[in-house]
């Protein structure tokens, strides 16, 4: 089967750099994407991420080692409004493109 | 805004009601997915739909069905309501499949 691990909630300052961790187990990959999403909104796209490495996209990044099986998700530069649900999804093994999502990591940005 | 449009934004029923949610994805994408989002499960995929046709079903009841018509549009249609259908409910689309998905603003539904 497939399963994604997120922490539940981070807290960090404004004007920091926070990582948010992500496991997966996945019979086959085919990326990982980041989204974003406020309290009651849509998730908005951040990043995908097919091969190993870091990928750098101004504030933010997306770090992928597909031999561990792991993601995290930088930012930097913390801003109040990065306070929102960050969430980890793969596309489901052998499938059209369905993402399998975790539950999300609930970031807190503090003054 | 993300290009995908979906209606009404709130429905508020009653149990064993039915309610139809609608979805038009962006413009030139031929991939619809629909996600179910509650507290305590987080974003679940329903099913998929790609230029018309069924592609894949995840853990969608059978009291929910959905169709994609000839401009691309979907509705997903959802039966018997009962309490625990209460969520929020995404469509997504892509231009080809495992492209990035764009999420509209979703359809809180609230059966009471």
């Known amino acids: 089967g497939q399963n994604i691990d997120q922490p539940t909630e981070m807290t960090a300052t404004e004007g920091a750099i926070v990582q948010i961790n992500c496991t997966y187990q996945?019979?086959?990959?085919?990326?990982l994407f980041w989204y974003q999403q406020h309290a009651g909104e849509a998730p908005t796209f951040l990043s995908y991420?097919?091969?190993?490495g870091l990928e750098e996209k101004g504030r933010f990044s997306s770090f992928l080692s597909r031999s561990k099986g792991y993601s995290y998700l930088l930012l930097k530069e913390l801003q109040m409004k990065d306070s929102a649900s960050y969430l980890c999804a793969v596309p489901q093994a052998g499938s059209q493109g369905n993402l399998i999502f975790g539950k999300g990591t609930k970031l807190s940005v503090k003054p | 805004d993300s290009g995908v449009t979906q209606t009404p934004k709130h429905l508020i029923t009653a149990t064993g009601q039915r309610v139809t949610l609608r979805c038009s994805p962006r413009s030139g994408d031929l991939s619809v997915y629909w996600y179910q989002q509650s507290l305590d499960q987080g974003l679940q995929f329903l099913i998929h739909y790609y230029n018309g046709e069924e592609r894949a079903k995840g853990n969608i009841l059978e009291r929910f069905s959905a169709q994609q018509f000839p401009d691309l549009h979907s509705e997903l249609n959802l039966s018997s309501l009962e309490l625990g259908d209460s969520a929020l409910y995404f469509c997504?689309?892509?231009?080809?499949?495992?492209?990035?998905?764009?999420f509209g603003p979703g359809t809180r539904l609230t059966v009471l």
């Open positions: 997504a689309s892509s231009l080809e499949i495992r492209n990035e998905q764009f």
């Open positions: 996945t019979s086959g990959f085919n990326g």
């Open positions: 991420n097919v091969l190993d």
